[in-house]
């Protein structure tokens, strides 16, 4: 199994970026798929995720209004889009997979499989 994402960058305060996470040797449409970041010095975090049809989302309150997570089951990749970005949303983010039960889960231990990161940089 692999988890690809792919999107991150440099971006200013007020800017958007589209993160994308591209996933091979899994059924794609049974998982639910999560976002996570982990910033300098701090936990990682849940940031939003999508049940396995892409009828269930959640969001961190942090991000909520900004970030729009959806999925296309057809290219097997889960997106996030991020708008009004902050630099407090710089950190390493990470795509991951779970089937427990096909919806959504804000818990990182309950994840299958991850990503490598790709690294989101907010400058002020």
């Known amino acids: 199994v692999q988890l690809q994402a792919s999107g991150g960058g440099l971006v200013r305060a007020g800017g958007s970026l589209r993160l994308s996470c591209a996933a091979s040797g899994l059924t794609f449409s049974s998982y639910a798929m999560g976002w996570f970041r982990q910033a300098p010095g701090k936990e990682r975090e849940f940031v939003g995720g999508?049940?396995?049809?892409?009828?269930?989302?959640a969001y961190a309150d942090s991000v909520k209004g900004r970030f729009t997570i959806s999925r296309d089951n057809a290219k097997n990749t889960v997106y996030l889009q991020m708008n009004s970005l902050k630099p407090e949303d710089t950190a390493v983010y990470y795509c991951?997979?779970?089937?427990?039960?096909?919806?959504?889960?804000?818990?990182?231990?309950?994840?299958?499989?991850w990503g490598q990161g790709t690294l989101v940089t907010v400058s002020s």
């Open positions: 999508i049940s396995w049809s892409g009828a269930s989302t």
């Open positions: 991951a997979a779970h089937r427990r039960y096909g919806g959504v889960t804000t818990t990182a231990d309950l994840y299958d499989y």
